[in-house]
């Protein structure tokens, strides 16, 4: 039916002749204390100006019946109603009381009558004879949901004034939500507004969902005031329509917080006339409850239901004889038009003060909500909400542009030398008394936001960890999460379980744990510390060198023909009496002679000899050079005797006990650590008495410097020492890394302003330059342990100089190779001159030839050539068995 009236009203399509009665009866009911307000005005004023309409209802004029009621009077409101029914109107409107309107409600349901509301309906089921312009309460649930959500409200309070209030909210604090709130319920009234405030701000819940009757919003606003809950920290998020109604200027310059919604765009042109008119209207009547600049909710959608109402009789005209309303409350006998009538209404599709208006089933499902948030001047539209497409936000810096609150922050800080330094002396009061490295960006980032501060110690003196046994967090963290301070400001961690309690900026300095030890004594000068420029391995095997040489040199000779030489000088051929220089002694003498740099009077003649002695002295050069530059080294060298080289070092040992800060983040690093090692560290830092936790850095160093304790600390505090005392030094590498930033309460909204300052200081060199000023620029720092960084001397290993060893052995090889050459060429000569000699094999020639040579041992004289050995047996000539024979023939044909 619905359907079908609204085709015919398109297409235009008349289903019978129009008809409308020349005067059509309307009643309406207000509460006495909406006599003479902006609602009746707007109720008068709309059928004024429809009457005065000759396009809107031409032939019909709209009567009307005002009745005032009081409220919680539902008695005589049914009362009322009945007498405007009995007078014969065709629809009711009002009242915005929620519970008298369901009352009113029930009768115009009875008799068929339209009953055109402007109240929140708590109820969400279909009324038939309603037709209601306030949006539904789930829409307007989600519309705060979305809010709220944009705003990453955690933790909410909600103040509501009467039961009511609360029905209203219901959907909002309603558990399984898209949201994870955290919300407190406080019922109200102007006498406990103070109080409940208060218990809010002990509380220290700042985001506070307000739902107060408008009556009463000046209480409310006060106690806000008294209590000073007026400043940026406190986000208020109003439920009423009509926040551009009240007095918010002690709110402008406090930079508090304050949301809310209105369903009248003022600024839109239509409005402003409709709301010049009605002022107009309102002199003509006496009456002084509105002005040009603005008009409450209820009295817009007042005007707009009295709108939509001529709309649908206009709608209705075309197509509808529209019958007289002639029933009664005394038989209950509904009225056979009304029905006809609603569903027309309910077709209307309008653009009121109240925005674009749609129906479906009597309930709103069109309107457009602007979202409006305090500035400093007013109160101004940051964002607009349409049922279906959420909230569109179009100022993002109302909510989280500190920049142009010229606030003063409570900074909490902690000592630490040169992070944050303390002038003593009563020269030094407030922010002048600080001084440091975070200091120096403190005053830059504030320059750069625009805020000003107030510097105090954590009183905890502690950086902040949490404790896992009560839950409860310590140090400057606390502060942070009880809103104590606005920012932390030191050498402060950024690590996982502080960020999800507390806010960081981007991080302004970059570290990890490393180990503070102190410098170990010098290594105490050996007896055989000569031995330390080459490794004991690189000395064996100069040693085996040694050997293998001298004996090659030994063979190689004793097989190479032109190491034998005429003892007498005579001709060789004739006088077969040689001798060889390479005995085995004068082989090993040779190659320690040069080994020594020394020489010996042994020159090799043959090629095998000298390449054997060439390598040699090659060897012997490189070895000896880099034996003499790496003892140069060990002798200008402090050795350090270092019990610990790393942390596996220190986690494998019980006798030197290590710690870290107390409650600091090198402290929760190790507790928290899934790495077997860390684990380990733990268990033993945990379990050691006396404490190997120090409750201040300086107390760490004091405790390093005594001795026997190793203090795991943070890289730049340990650099900032160990350049300033030579008796400390780094162990190890890190064994972390992580960065310091400003931390600040969680959803701060300075946090990014700061984090853009951190990250153009650090781009334009400035965060360098400020590192410089105070890590590098100051006279303290330790020579001597410049010195020693770079200079730690090695012995020489296999890795060094292991190719010289290869090279010998090449060598080696070379002159084994080279000497049989020598010897065949020789052995194949002689056989050519002694043509008559037995054919024998150069391998067993040679064979004998070492034979001879060893058994001879330092004999000088060559079988092969068949010279006589006399010298090693005087009376025997030592002939290989394959020479036996000749040598047997020329002795006998010789005798
Ligand atoms: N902090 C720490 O835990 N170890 C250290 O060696 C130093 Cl110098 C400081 C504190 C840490 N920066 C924190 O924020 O907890």
């Known amino acids: 039916m619905e359907l079908m009236m609204k085709i015919v009203f398109l297409l235009g399509l008349p289903m019978k002749v129009p008809s409308l009665p020349p005067v059509v009866k309307i009643g309406a009911i207000f509460t006495e204390d909406q006599r003479n307000s902006s609602s009746e005005l707007a109720f008068k004023f709309a059928i004024d100006e429809i009457n005065k309409d000759k396009t809107l209802l031409p032939h019909t004029v709209l009567a009307y019946d005002i009745q005032y009621v009081s409220m919680n009077d539902s008695f005589h409101a049914n009362k009322k109603v009945c007498h405007q029914v009995q007078f014969g109107v065709h629809s009711i409107f009002g009242p915005s009381d929620p519970l008298l309107g369901t009352h009113i409600h029930s009768i115009c349901d009875a008799l068929d009558i339209p009953h055109l509301e402007i109240r929140l309906d708590s109820e969400n089921d279909v009324r038939e004879f309603s037709i209601n312009l306030h949006p ?38 309603r558990p399984s939500r898209n949201i994870q709130l955290d919300i407190h319920l406080r019922q109200a009234n102007p006498e406990s507004y103070w109080s409940v405030l208060m218990d809010i701000k002990k509380k220290e819940i700042h985001n506070i969902v307000v739902d107060t009757r408008a009556s009463n919003m000046h209480h409310f606003l006060k106690g806000i005031l008294q209590l000073q809950m007026n400043d940026y920290k406190y ?8 926040m551009e109604t009240f007095d918010l200027e002690d709110f402008k310059y406090n930079f508090v917080n304050m949301t809310a919604f209105r369903i009248v765009d003022i600024e839109d042109l239509s409005v402003k006339e409709v709301l010049r008119n009605m002022v107009k209207f309102q002199s003509s009547k006496g009456t002084r409850t509105l002005n040009f600049s603005y008009i409450q909710a209820e009295a817009a959608l007042m005007y707009d239901s009295v709108l939509v109402f001529a709309v649908g009789l206009q709608m209705l005209e075309q197509s509808h004889f529209l019958k007289f309303s002639n029933v009664s409350c005394d038989n209950a006998h509904p ?17 009121g003060l109240s925005g674009p208006i749609e129906f479906k089933e009597g309930r709103r499902i069109r309107f457009k909500l602007d979202l409006l948030k305090l500035k400093q001047h007013a109160l101004v539209k940051v964002g607009e909400w349409h049922p279906g497409s959420g909230v569109n936000i179009t100022d993002h810096d109302a909510f989280f542009d ?14 630490e030398t040169p992070y944050v330094m303390m002038h003593s002396g009563k020269n030094f009061t407030g922010n002048n008394r600080f001084y440091g490295f975070c200091i120096d960006i403190l005053e830059r980032v504030s320059q750069e936001v625009g805020f000003d501060y107030l510097l105090d110690l954590v009183p905890d003196r502690k950086y902040g960890a949490h404790d896992q046994q009560t839950g409860s967090w310590n140090g400057m963290v606390r502060q942070l999460i009880q809103h104590k301070a606005d920012l932390a400001v030191g050498s402060m961690t950024i690590n996982y379980a502080r960020e999800s309690v507390i806010d960081f900026t981007k991080p302004f300095m970059n570290l990890g744990i490393s180990i503070l030890f102190k410098v170990s004594r010098s290594e105490q000068a050996k007896l055989f510390s000569f031995m330390n420029p080459l490794a004991t391995d690189i000395w064996l095997y100069v040693l085996s060198a040694y050997v293998l040489v001298s004996v090659v040199m030994f063979i190689v000779a004793k097989l190479s023909p032109p190491e034998w030489a005429n003892i007498n000088n005579s001709d060789v051929k004739k006088d077969r009496n040689m001798e060889n220089q390479f005995s085995l002694s004068n082989s090993f003498w040779f190659t320690v002679g040069t080994l020594m740099q020394q020489g010996s009077d042994l020159n090799p003649k043959a090629a095998s000899t000298r390449i054997v002695g060439g390598v ?34 220190l986690a494998g040992q019980t006798e030197i006990p290590y710690g870290t800060l107390e409650s600091g983040s090198t402290m929760t690093f190790f507790r928290d650590s899934m790495i ?3 684990k380990k560290m733990w268990r033993f830092m945990e379990n050691r008495q006396p404490t190997v936790f120090m409750p201040t850095y300086e107390d760490g160093i004091r405790r390093v410097l005594e001795g026997n304790y190793a203090f795991l600390m943070e890289s730049t505090m340990l650099d900032f020492v160990v350049q300033r005392d030579c008796n400390l ?32 200081l650090q781009e334009k060199g400035e965060m360098q330059m400020l590192y410089n000023k105070w890590w590098r620029n100051s006279g303290e720092t330790c020579q001597r342990n410049e ?17 010289v060893f290869v090279v010998l052995l090449g060598g080696l090889c070379l002159a084994v190779f080279v000497c049989i050459l020598e010897f065949w060429y020789s052995s194949t000569k002689y056989k050519k001159e002694f043509s008559r000699a037995p054919r024998q094999s150069v391998c067993s020639e040679m064979g004998s030839e070492l034979c001879f040579a060893l058994k001879c041992r330092g004999s000088r004289q060559r079988p092969a050539l068949r010279r006589q050995c006399s010298k090693c047996l005087p009376d025997v000539t030592y002939v290989p068995t394959e020479f036996k024979n000749l040598s047997h023939r020329s002795q006998s044909r010789a005798n």
Do not use: C
């Not at 829409?139 to 955690?154: G, R």
């Not at 500190?402 to 000592?415: F, S």
């Not at 780094?730 to 946090?751: E, H, M, N, R």
């Not at 001397?793 to 296999?798: F, K, P, Q, T, Y």
């Open 335 to 351: 009225w056979d038009g009304g029905l006809s009538l609603i569903n027309y209404i309910n077709a209307v599709e309008w653009k």
């Open 616 to 649: 040699w002295w090659f060897f012997t050069l490189i070895i000896i050079s880099s034996y003499t530059a790496n003892l140069a080294a060990f002798l200008t060298v402090e050795r350090m005797i270092t019990p610990i080289e790393n942390a596996e070092d």
């Open 787 to 803: 010195k020693k960084k770079g200079s730690k001397a090695n012995s020489l290993g296999v890795d060094n100089i292991g190719g």
């Open 402 to 415: 500190p920049g142009v609150m010229n606030a003063t922050l409570v900074v909490t800080t902690i000592l």
């Open 136 to 173: 539904a309460q789930n829409l307007l649930s989600s519309a705060f949901e979305d809010v709220m959500i944009f705003l990453n409200w955690t933790r909410i309070a909600v103040v509501y004034e009467d039961d009511y209030g609360l029905m209203k909210l219901r959907e909002l604090v």
């Open 729 to 760: 030094t780094q162990i190890g590498g890190l064994l972390d890394s992580k960065g310091y930033g400003i931390a600040t309460p969680k959803g701060s909204p300075w946090k990014d302003k700061i984090s853009l300052v951190i990250l153009e």
């Open 235 to 242: 986000h208020y998020l109003f439920t009423s329509f009509d």
């Open 676 to 678: 077997e090692t860390y």
